[in-house]
């Protein structure tokens, strides 16, 4: 199989598909779609993990989570996702510590449409690897990482390069929020 991994510049693939919310009964689950997100006029970072219950996975996951405020205050909406169900999702978030308080989305991307539209599937497994999509406002792929299964992220160089893209002008490698750009 050869992955074509959805890159910089394309539109961000329609989508609509369950995700879990909350671990509170009665309250876990919702339909998150693509028209939603467009709609709101924010960012969206979308992440995906390989599979729940495993061990570098709640570590990004947490990770992220700790950074939730940091991305609500660039305007963007965080969305974790793998492909397995939501059943599964929300069985791990009520079992790991570490996920209970999650204040993003879980999506669940059962059927892999949407990693497989996203060039994200390793082949032998058929799992997502992990991803991380930075999509602007108007749905438009703006940042793209794909890191080995075993290696995990690092959410802060997320932050950075969403600051990056949010300052409009050109920043020089190793930039940081509040640095000069190249334009100023």
Request: charged share 25%.
């Amino acid at each position: 199989m050869k992955n074509a991994v959805l890159s910089v510049g394309a539109e961000f693939p329609a989508f609509a598909k369950k995700a879990v919310v909350s671990i509170e009964k009665g309250k876990e689950f919702y339909d998150i779609t693509s028209e939603e997100i467009k709609g709101s006029g924010k960012w969206m970072v979308m992440f995906w993990w390989p599979k729940d219950f495993t061990f570098v996975c709640p570590t990004e996951i947490a990770e992220f989570n700790k950074h939730y405020q940091d991305f609500a205050d660039r305007d963007a909406i965080l969305i974790g996702a793998s492909t397995d169900s939501e059943f599964v999702h929300l069985a791990w978030r009520k079992d790991h510590e570490d996920l209970r308080g999650l204040q993003f989305p879980m999506l669940a991307d059962t059927s892999k449409s949407l990693a497989a539209e996203l060039g994200i599937l390793e082949a032998e497994e058929k799992i997502a690897y992990r991803a991380t999509f930075v999509v602007d406002p108007n749905g438009i792929v703006r940042w793209t990482s794909v890191y080995d299964l075993s290696v995990g992220r690092n959410v802060k160089e997320v932050l950075r390069v969403m600051d990056a893209l949010q300052t409009d002008e050109l920043c020089p490698c190793n930039w940081q929020k509040g640095e000069a750009t190249l334009n100023a």
